[in-house]
């Protein structure tokens, strides 16, 4: 295959903690280090997460504002702001990220179009709190990357794009392997795959040990890959990733083994249609 393959890196989640690995990035200036080793490795995106200065998961639109602006003054990776927060979080404070406009306007925003069992939580996404979402990323003139953690998410995202929320031919992100939801398997990788609409680009995320193998799977059929700390923490079994430009790194030196050749920015824009 001859086709860019698209490698963002999520770099900060609201769930990996610092006692977990020191190498989790936490402040705008380790973000934006971390981003531009991610894109020197072969990302030409992150997936953005912020964190208040102890480390707490936040939505608050002035850390999203410090992150991007380091991000843009180190690097020309693409910034996809996360507006699933964490567990429990309200829908004005998920969308934090959506109220930055101008020069600090995201280039994309995720939205999960379903409620999934999540570990031990639920995360909680009702259907007029999906749409309510959805409006606000359309309003923000983005386009937004719809994360399906199980297959009836397709379906409900192909109803948001019926419904004039979402724009066809859209991006959607399977996220495989969380504790409660669909695992990280071929098989179900594959059924997503055949579930999308004609034209539809796609990206999975699989957790934990299963990240850098999916990132094969999505090199042969395809697709692009998403790997990163909020995802997973070892590079290889009992190795810590010593910062998410390590996952990149080797989600990169594996897709070129497959024949993809890591896109660029520009490129993933355009593969993406993100305008």
């Known amino acids: 295959m001859s086709n860019p393959m698209v490698i963002t890196a999520a770099m900060v989640g ?4 610092r006692e977990q690995t020191p190498h989790l990035p936490i402040t705008a200036e380790e973000i934006a280090e ?22 707490k998961p936040s939505q608050d639109a002035e850390l999203f504002r410090a992150a991007i602006r380091a991000i843009r003054k180190r690097t020309d990776i693409l910034v996809q702001v996360s507006t699933g927060g964490a567990v429990g979080m309200g829908v004005d404070e998920r969308c934090g990220g959506l109220t930055l406009t101008g ?67 859209a991006h959607y992100d399977f996220v495989l392997g969380v504790p409660g939801a669909l695992a990280a398997r071929e098989a179900a990788l594959d059924f997503m795959i055949a579930s999308l609409p004609e034209g539809s680009t796609w990206t999975v995320a699989a ?12 090199a042969v059929k395809g697709g692009n890959a998403r790997v990163g700390l909020e995802d997973n923490i070892y590079v290889s079994k009992g190795v810590l990733a010593k910062g998410n430009w390590e996952l990149v790194a080797e989600a990169a030196k594996r ?10 920015p520009e490129e993933a824009r355009k593969l993406l249609r993100l305008g």
Do not use: S, Y
Request: with cysteine; proline share 7%; glycine share 8%.
């Open 255 to 264: 897709a070129k083994a497959k024949g993809r050749t890591p896109a660029t």
């Open 34 to 55: 971390d981003a531009a080793r991610c894109r020197e490795a072969g990302a030409a995106m992150v997936h953005l997460h912020v964190r208040t200065p102890d480390g």
């Open 14 to 17: 609201a769930e990996t903690t």
């Open 207 to 218: 957790v934990g040990r299963h990240q850098l193998p999916f990132v094969d799977l999505a």
């Open 103 to 169: 020069a600090d306007r995201p280039d994309m925003a995720t939205l999960t179009t379903g409620t999934v069992n999540f570990g031990e939580e639920v995360f909680w996404n009702p259907r007029p709190l999906v749409r309510d979402i959805a409006k606000r990323i359309k309003e923000l003139g983005l386009k937004p990357e719809l994360e399906c953690f199980d297959v009836g998410m397709i379906d409900e995202a192909n109803a948001l794009a019926k419904e004039g929320l979402v724009q066809q031919p």
